[in-house]
């Protein structure tokens, strides 16, 4: 595998729940920090969630609480589990690495639409 996939969106009423998944090439994995990233229609690409090869973790505040990031080292996998979602949290939905040194090359995303 040579580049980012994620996966899992959909539609999805507020108050819904989602779990995005993320292959990524183990060259770009194993020793960054990973995270997810978002950016809704005419909007600024945001950095929302981050988790370290260790597992420790950060939230932006807009969905602290809400969104779960957790990562499958053996897997080189890393997740996302958002619930409660809100109408805001409409947006494509990127994994990458954090940006501290430099980003991977940017898979197509995957499309979360909350809406009722």
């Known amino acids: 595998q040579t580049q980012l996939v994620e996966s899992g969106g959909g539609l999805v009423q507020p108050g819904g729940s989602l779990r995005l998944s993320c292959a990524a090439p183990?060259?770009?994995?194993?020793?960054?920090?990973m995270g997810w990233h978002r950016q809704a229609p005419g909007k600024q690409r945001e950095l929302v969630a981050t988790?370290?090869?260790?597992?420790?973790?950060n939230y932006a505040d807009s969905v602290k609480g809400r969104f779960t990031i957790s990562r499958d080292n053996a897997k080189n996998k890393v997740y996302l589990q958002m619930n409660n979602l809100k109408p805001e949290d409409t947006a494509v939905y990127y994994c990458?690495?954090?940006?501290?040194?430099?980003?991977?090359?940017w898979g197509r995303g995957t499309q979360v639409t909350v809406s009722s």
């Open positions: 990458n690495t954090d940006g501290t040194y430099g980003y991977a090359s």
């Open positions: 988790i370290t090869s260790g597992g420790s973790t």
């Open positions: 183990g060259s770009i994995f194993r020793p960054s920090v």
